[in-house]
């Protein structure tokens, strides 16, 4: 009994420590303006709970990234087109991209610290990795696309958080016309088909 509630103790305090990140990163804007202090106030927690929850300051960027990212996740793994699994491969792949752009430009600054907080290489980042595994999986089901796995690649580049924060912020181009632009390149590449001396797998 004392295992289960303490089990209990540390769902409860994970959520409450989610749940005020979240506050407070709506707040102030910017993730790098919040440290783990604040956050563990916000949430009436030790910051000894919150680190052994986390790990550090990363490990709680990417547990909020995937709390606000799990709607997505939700309607790619069973939800109905244009994202869900029934959808025409043709048609999917520039709505799973479409996806991540939006998402990035809903959270600009906490993606962008994410894709900065590793210190490893970003394409091995849990969270990456999970992104190119899907739209690889996608692209190898579109007939005469060759080299899913560097297509994805490239297909992802697009939706870097650091090349949309500079479209966004530097160049300042809307949402409406970076999606249509995105729309444009992801439907360009997938007419291409395979380059000139090579042949379908």
């Not at 910017?30 to 956050?39: A, C, G, K, L, Q």
């Not at 939800?79 to 991540?100: F, I």
């Not at 090349?163 to 992801?186: G, K, N, T, Y």
């Amino acid at each position: 009994m004392p295992e289960r509630r303490s089990r209990k103790d540390a769902a409860r305090n994970q959520v409450a420590v989610l749940e005020a990140a979240d506050t407070l990163f709506a707040r102030r804007g910017s993730p790098e303006d919040i440290t783990m202090s604040d956050v563990a106030a916000a949430a009436g927690v030790g910051k000894g709970t919150l680190f052994r929850a986390f790990g550090d300051r990363a490990g709680l960027l990417r547990a909020l990234y995937e709390t606000r990212l799990e709607p997505i996740r939700e309607a790619i793994a069973a939800g109905p087109p244009p994202l869900g699994p029934t959808t025409p491969p043709q048609d999917r792949v520039p709505a799973l991209l479409d996806a991540v752009l939006c998402f990035k430009l809903d959270n600009r600054r906490l993606a962008l610290a994410l894709e900065e907080s590793g210190s490893s290489s970003p394409y091995r980042a849990e969270h990456y990795e999970r992104w190119h595994r899907l739209l690889r999986a996608v692209l190898e089901q579109i007939p005469g696309l060759t080299d899913s796995d560097f297509t994805a690649h490239a297909l992802l580049a697009a939706t870097r958080a650091d090349l949309i924060e500079h479209l966004a912020a530097e160049e300042r181009i809307p949402r409406e016309r970076m999606r249509a632009q995105l729309a444009s390149f992801v439907t360009g590449v997938l007419a291409s088909g395979p380059p000139r001396g090579t042949t379908a797998e």
